[in-house]
T-cell receptor, first 113, second 115 residues
Framework: SQTIHQWPATLVQPVGSPLSLECTVE??????LYWYRQAAGRGLQLLFY??????ISSEVPQNLSASRPQDRQFILSSKKLLLSDSGFYLC????????????FGNGTRLTVT | AQKITQTQPGMFVQEKEAVTLDCTYD???????LFWYKQPSSGEMIFLIY??????QNATEGRYSLNFQKARKSANLVISASQLGDSAMYFC????????????FGAGTRLTVKP
């Protein structure tokens, strides 16, 4: 069976510090990978997605970036965090079929102080 | 443009009763999929049920069923025999064939099951 791991679970970082959130998927190959952000009490906003190694698509302009160095690894980064980057970050994967649902990790709660 | 609307910020239901959570959507793409997710207070997003735009029958998964009314562009989630563990946020989401890497989510409905 497939599992998705996301860490850390919580993170408190000062403004201007760098960020690295990691996500890995086990039990499948060549998954589509996604980073979402959820503001408090809100729905999810798609940040990045990847359909293959080294292929990254950005959905919203921001000071975040994503990378996919390996087939089942997806990393969300920032060189300098802003207060507005606080939120709940969720990594997800799915197969390529149209009816394939997203399967989410447990999320990272990021607080920028 | 794709849009998902959940008009009920919060809903209450008595344990063992059924509840309907509303979802309407808007898209010009004739091929799309509708998804419902549950988010407990712990934060993980749990996939519940899927309905394809060309599916002739309403989807069902255990106590979850989807009341799909294509002409009205609605995809309401029905939870039967509510349990205390059903208390959570529920999100409706849509993905079109044209933008099949962009799943759009509604703002969510917080369901509280009363004992």
């Amino acid at each position: 069976s497939q599992t998705i791991h996301q860490w850390p679970a919580t993170l408190v970082q000062p403004v201007g510090s760098p960020l690295s959130l990691e996500c890995t998927v086990e039990g499948t190959s060549n998954p589509n990978l996604y980073w979402y952000r959820q503001a408090a009490g809100r729905g999810l906003q798609l940040l990045f997605y990847s359909v293959g190694i080294g292929q990254i698509s950005s959905e919203v302009p921001q000071n975040l970036s994503a990378s996919r160095p390996q087939d089942r690894q997806f990393i969300l980064s920032s060189k300098k965090l802003l207060l507005s980057d606080s939120g709940f970050y969720l990594c997800a994967w799915r197969w390529g079929q149209n009816n394939s649902p997203l399967h989410f990790g447990n999320g990272t709660r990021l607080t920028v102080t | 443009a794709q849009k998902i609307t959940q008009t009920q910020p919060g809903m209450f239901v008595q344990e063992k009763e059924a509840v309907t959570l509303d979802c309407t959507y808007d898209t010009s793409d004739p091929s799309y999929g509708l998804f419902w997710y549950k988010q407990p207070s712990s934060g993980e997003m749990i996939f519940l049920i899927y309905q394809g735009s060309y599916d002739q029958q309403n989807a069902t998964e255990g106590r979850y069923s989807l009341n799909f009314q294509k002409a009205r562009k609605s995809a309401n989630l029905v939870i039967s025999a509510s349990q205390l563990g059903d208390s959570a946020m529920y999100f409706c989401a849509m993905r079109t064939l044209r933008n099949n890497n962009d799943m759009r989510f509604g703002a969510g409905t917080r369901l509280t099951v009363k004992p």
